[in-house]
């Protein structure tokens, strides 16, 4: 035999009507929940609207994609339709293989962007810390200081950068990117890093001091709190490094020091009218941004959105 354990349903009064009512019954009406017409013709608005933009994002790269794979000919006669038995053809690969240098200009991007992107990460995470944690009278000054960096592009700098790497003999190398890109990307970083920081609880700092945490260990307990921001700061920085073409025209020219937006950008210049071969170095030099931005978009996303947001 069972007993019902649900609690005893007490009656109250309902104000339309004199109906008696237990608290707990659920509404009967059927039209309650229903999404109105406004409703519902604005998220079909809103999906559109995000189809549209997604043809428009992505259609480009595919016609790029697919005319590489094709004959000239076919480029011209069909460049929105997809390689055929008849247009198919991969002599503009072969082309970029055999005659580029992108092997050492994948190499060279990828040195440059990792390297650059570490010690940003490094020294913004240092600076943000020590700017929110240690409360003295030149930490806004310094703020400041960063928010013009942000505000200044660094292009402006050029020849003042070009006059520094000669006087260091650092022109034609891949230490002079380096350094140029982790100065131009440390502004930005420290000012999203920092309000990261700002948003660590002061009691858990405060707790680890107790126990005798120095600084070094102090920080080492709050970065995991902070690892949105951290994701955020590399996917900001990796993307303009590897997608810059200005510094590597100027500091490092050489073919062996070729980046792969210089070695395309060179490619094209050279085979103007290989059109298959062409668009296969545009595909390759396209190729990891959208794997970048694939990879982390959701981390830069919601690292701004909280870093930005607070």
């Known amino acids: ?10 009656p109250s009064r309902s104000r339309s009507g004199g109906r008696t009512r237990f608290r707990g019954d659920r509404p009967t009406g059927l039209g309650l929940n229903k999404p109105s017409r406004s409703d519902a013709g604005g998220r079909l608005f809103v999906h559109v ?33 997809p390689p055929t038995a008849e247009t198919f053809n991969l002599d503009g690969w072969a082309n970029v293989f055999k005659r580029g240098n992108f092997a050492l200009n994948y190499g060279n991007s990828i040195i ?23 409360k003295v009278k030149l930490a806004p000054v310094l703020a400041g200081f960063f928010i013009i960096g942000i505000m200044l592009p660094i292009r402006l700098g050029t020849v003042p950068i070009l006059q520094t790497m000669v006087a260091w003999h650092l022109v034609d190398t891949l230490v002079a990117l380096i350094l140029v890109y982790t100065a131009m990307s440390l502004p930005l970083a420290i000012a999203l890093m920092a309000t990261f920081f700002r948003r660590v609880p002061m009691e858990l700092k405060e707790a680890a001091k107790i126990d005798g945490a120095g600084e070094l260990r102090t920080l080492s307990i709050v970065l995991p709190l902070v690892r949105p921001g951290l994701a955020a700061v590399a996917s900001v920085t990796m993307l303009p490094i ?33 059109y298959p071969a062409l668009l296969a170095a545009l595909t390759l030099g396209a190729l990891p941004l959208v794997i970048l931005f694939t990879v982390f978009s959701r981390n830069f996303i919601q690292g701004l959105s909280q870093g930005y947001g607070k």
């Open 242 to 274: 590897w997608n810059d073409l200005w510094f590597p025209l100027i500091l490092a020219p050489s073919k062996e020091n070729q980046t792969v937006t210089l070695g395309v950008q060179q490619f094209v210049g050279q085979f103007q009218s290989d």
């Open 49 to 81: 609207a995000l189809i549209i933009f997604v043809i428009v994002a992505i259609g480009p790269i595919l016609i790029v994609v697919m005319n590489s794979l094709k004959t000239t000919p076919g480029i011209f006669n069909g460049p929105f339709l």
């Open 112 to 134: 440059v962007t990792l390297v650059s992107t570490l010690l940003t990460l490094v020294l913004s995470t240092f600076a943000a810390f020590a700017i929110t944690e240690y």
């Open 1 to 10: 035999m069972t007993t019902d354990t649900r609690p005893p349903r007490t």
